[in-house]
């Protein structure tokens, strides 16, 4: 693993591309998603994953037993799911919720955890939901801190990220949620959130099928996709991955003479958000510091120039993922934007490029 003082071209780049995204966005009109949708907009989007819009929920539950709920094996509570139809219409159903996750559903670490969706075939039928027996939920974890909600944003920009990488990929819904206690119907909670798109769908999409192992050998698996995680996850600081270890990343066969192809996901710990999660240290709790590091394979020059072209010939679509979208405050956008800068300065310096990627073996 390389890593590269990049302090100089940070602080020489932060300035030159921040004035040119204030001027950059005084000429364009953001939309109204937080991708650049490439299909046809009038035609009437009726699935979970099939619009960029957020979706308007209202989740009634017992909070109680749900939040109280944080056991390795946590079950599941039924729930009421309500949601805005395309018409302004609320459409409900009954459903299933229990918490989900290791580090977020502790409340030493946030005192709103992550859960987990399950809906019946025959309550979902005819809505949003019917293709969706399960569901992940990311949520806001800090409830009292507002710049918290801006982090869902930001992890959920992660995942549209590498979608415009990669088809292969787990798609997201956008939230804004209404929390409501059933046995407190005035106690209410509106944040964002997003719904992940659980390994059953994907499956069902790509028309392969989920490989459900612990470890693997690296050179076992598609190696385009393990190169272009491997940059993906060095353009948004994350090291909070591995994939002989299959942490925070799944495999797909979509071929049975094919190599699978590896999935990432979670991308709260990426410096590119920079949570303020606090971590155990020798001298005590303190607030980790996100690096760029490349945790890939090793590459030749022709594979390092290859992905190189591709996130190039991307940059525009990568950009346009933070500076389309509405829910995002300004200044976390230009400073997520020079971050990305930053990844692209050091593509196009041959020294620092090579140093990180190609003689990191030698």
């Not at 949601?83 to 229990?98: C, K, M, Q, V």
């Not at 075939?121 to 949003?128: A, G, L, S």
């Not at 293709?131 to 974890?141: D, G, I, Q, S």
């Amino acid at each position: 693993m390389i890593k590269v003082n990049l302090i100089h071209y940070y602080m020489t780049w932060l300035f030159k591309f921040s004035a040119l995204l204030l001027l950059f966005s005084f000429s364009r009109v953001y939309s109204e998603s937080c991708i650049p949708s490439i299909q046809d907009t009038s035609a009437v989007k009726s699935g979970l994953f099939d619009s960029d819009d957020y979706l308007d929920i209202i989740i009634t539950m017992d909070f109680d037993s749900v939040m109280n709920d944080t056991s390795e094996t946590p079950s599941y509570h039924s729930v009421r799911i309500s949601y805005r139809n395309e018409d302004s219409s609320w459409i409900s159903l009954d459903a299933e919720i229990r918490v989900r996750g290791n580090f977020r559903k502790k409340s030493e670490n946030c005192d709103f955890p992550p859960f987990k969706l399950r809906f019946g075939k025959k309550d979902r039928t005819n809505t949003i939901f019917e293709n969706a027996r399960e569901l992940k939920m990311v949520t806001h974890c800090q409830s009292d801190i507002s710049e918290w909600e801006q982090y869902v944003i930001q992890e959920y920009l992660i995942y549209r990220l590498y979608e415009v990488l990669s088809d292969i990929s787990y798609r997201t819904r956008l939230l804004k949620v209404t929390y409501t206690d059933k046995n407190d119907p005035g106690m209410t909670l509106r944040r964002f959130s997003f719904f992940i798109e659980y390994p059953d769908l994907l499956e069902e999409r790509l028309n392969g099928h989920m490989i459900g192992v612990q470890t693997v050998i690296p050179e076992n698996v598609d190696w385009e996709h393990y190169v272009l995680i491997s940059f993906f996850q060095y353009l948004i600081i994350n090291t909070d991955w591995s994939l002989p270890i299959m942490h925070n990343t799944d495999l797909i066969s979509l071929d049975y003479f094919k190599p699978p192809v590896p999935v990432p996901f979670d991308f709260d710990w990426s410096g590119l958000i920079n949570i303020p999660y606090k971590v155990p240290t020798l001298a005590g709790m303190q607030t980790r510091i996100a690096e760029r590091v490349y945790k890939g394979p090793c590459l030749n020059n022709k594979e390092a120039k290859r992905i190189k072209k591709l996130f190039e010939e991307k940059k525009s679509d990568l950009f346009n993922v933070y500076i389309d979208c509405p829910y995002l405050n300004d200044d976390l956008k230009i400073e997520t934007l020079n971050k990305l800068q930053l990844f692209f300065q050091i593509l196009e310096d041959k020294y620092i490029f090579n140093s990180v990627f190609i003689n990191k073996c030698k």
